[in-house]
């Protein structure tokens, strides 16, 4: 292997390890805003070996479609000054589930009724949990 080439292999290495902390940081964030607009039943799973789509997955329960608008609301207004861009949206005013999805973390906000339905942890069971202390301290 030439130069050039272990250059470019730890370059690869290097921005790898630099998307998973950012990846990780959006996420524990975005749990500890749910978290503050009194989101219940928090788990934030991380995915990243499972699938392609996302690394991470935020799945919240709110008690009523204001607070899922609300917490989704504060999510979307809080990262986006720090770069972590929403692709898509999903779910309305009037929504018992809303989704947001910024690439690297799908955001999951829902009622119980939909929650106890849907069963996503039971779904992703494989993926590893994230130790909420850790988004506890997100800043």
């Known amino acids: ?12 290495v290097n921005n790898k390890i630099i998307k998973e902390e950012t990846s990780l940081n959006s996420a524990l964030i975005a749990a ?21 789509i996302s690394d991470y997955f935020l799945i919240v329960t709110a008690k009523s479609t204001p607070q899922i608008n609300a ?3 504060s999510i979307e207004e809080e990262l986006a000054p720090l770069n972590y ?4 949206k999903e779910g309305f005013v009037d929504s018992n589930w809303t989704v947001l999805d910024f690439g690297n973390l799908i955001v999951h906000i829902m009622n119980e009724k939909e929650r106890n339905y849907y069963k996503l942890e039971k779904f992703w069971s494989n993926a590893i949990i994230v130790d909420e202390n850790k988004w506890k301290k997100a800043s």
Do not use: H, P, W
């Not at 805003?33 to 392609?52: P, Q, R, Y």
């Not at 861009?85 to 898509?88: E, G, T, Y």
């Open 1 to 12: 292997m030439n130069i050039k080439t272990k250059r470019q292999a730890r370059s690869n």
């Open 32 to 52: 500890k805003i749910a978290e503050e607009k009194k989101g219940e039943n928090i788990l934030l799973l991380d995915v990243s070996k499972l699938t392609v």
């Open 71 to 73: 917490i989704a609301k």
């Open 85 to 88: 861009k929403l692709i898509a």
